[in-house]
């Protein structure tokens, strides 16, 4: 029998930091992987967010950024996602719902370019997330996370990404 050398893994971060994006509040989640427990989520504004972030020795912190900008085919329109009505409403409207609609994705796109540029020069393991379709309502959130308080659809995709990636 021969002797297989051991695998030489860096030792895992204890926490590991979850973060969806977002114009306005972006979700901000932290598992602490050596205590198996969360210690935050919730919505911040882009400056709370990177004190948020500050707050963990960047050592020992690992950073999963939801980046939507990595999704094939994200400018098609998809008919469900669409409003009610959205066919018979006049041409000028469609086209101004379509426009707010791209440049708010741009926005939040842009949030997490700035979000992951501001970590990186402060010398985080900042890691792009690729969200997936299927999003997490409050019931799911509770029976696989255990994570009963109240929470946005931003929040939920922090807690995701951080969960996914513990």
Not at 13 to 39: H, M, N
Not at 66 to 81: L, T, V
Not at 93 to 122: C, K, P
Request: net charge positive; aromatic share 12%.
């Amino acid at each position: 029998m021969m002797y297989q050398l051991p695998i030489n893994r860096p030792p895992r971060r204890r926490y590991c930091i979850g973060i969806d994006p977002d114009k306005t509040e972006s979700g901000f989640a932290v598992w602490d992987r050596q205590d198996r427990k969360w210690l935050r989520h919730e919505g911040l504004e882009f400056w709370a967010l990177q004190m948020a972030c500050f707050e963990y020795p960047q050592a020992e912190t690992e950073v999963f950024v939801e980046a939507g900008w990595h999704n094939q085919g994200m400018h098609r329109s998809k008919k469900d996602s669409l409003p009610k009505g959205f066919e018979t409403w006049k041409a000028e409207s469609r086209e101004g719902y379509m426009w707010q609609r791209g440049a708010d994705t741009g926005v939040n796109f842009g949030a997490g370019h700035a979000i992951i540029a501001v970590l990186r020069a402060n010398h985080y393991l900042v890691k792009e997330y690729t969200p997936t379709s299927a999003k997490w309502d409050a019931e799911l959130l509770r029976q696989i996370t255990g994570i009963k308080a109240r929470t946005n659809q931003d929040v939920r995709d922090a807690i995701r990404a951080a969960y996914m990636n513990r």
